[in-house]
């Protein structure tokens, strides 16, 4: 398994910006594909983004096209979720999870890691 660790959220306004880090170890990080997810207060855990093992292959939920950016560092063995735009509605914590392919996926059940958790709140 590997171990994913997030940081970066925090409190902002509307309109405002974050990025997110998810630092990696344990497997060779250029071995797989990572992803976003998010669970809002009484919701389920949804897709966000995710980026295949060399970062050339992205996908996102098509509600947060063009305000999210998902990236990776292989060198740094970190994968970023860069948020602008950020609406009240993004109020969510956000969890980086890894696949055990090089491929992504939008199904939670397809990565066998997750981080902790990083929690994101928008105020309008």
């Known amino acids: 398994q590997v171990q994913l660790v997030e940081s970066g959220g925090g409190l902002v306004q509307a309109g405002g910006s974050l990025r997110l880090s998810c630092a990696a170890s344990?497997?060779?990080?250029?071995?797989?594909?990572m992803g976003w997810f998010r669970q809002a207060l009484g919701k389920e855990r949804e897709f966000v983004a995710a980026?295949?093992?060399?970062?050339?292959?992205?996908y996102y939920a098509d509600s947060l096209k063009g305000r999210f950016t998902i990236s990776r560092d292989n060198a740094k063995n970190t994968v970023y979720l860069q948020m602008n735009s950020l609406k009240p509605e993004d109020t969510a914590v956000y969890y980086c999870?890894?696949?055990?392919?090089?491929?992504?996926?939008?199904?939670?059940?397809?990565?066998?890691?997750w981080g902790q958790g990083t929690q994101v709140t928008v105020s309008s």
């Open positions: 344990g497997r060779t990080f250029s071995s797989y594909g």
């Open positions: 980026i295949t093992w060399s970062g050339r292959n992205t």
């Open positions: 999870a890894a696949t055990r392919t090089p491929y992504y996926y939008i199904n939670v059940n397809e990565y066998d890691s």
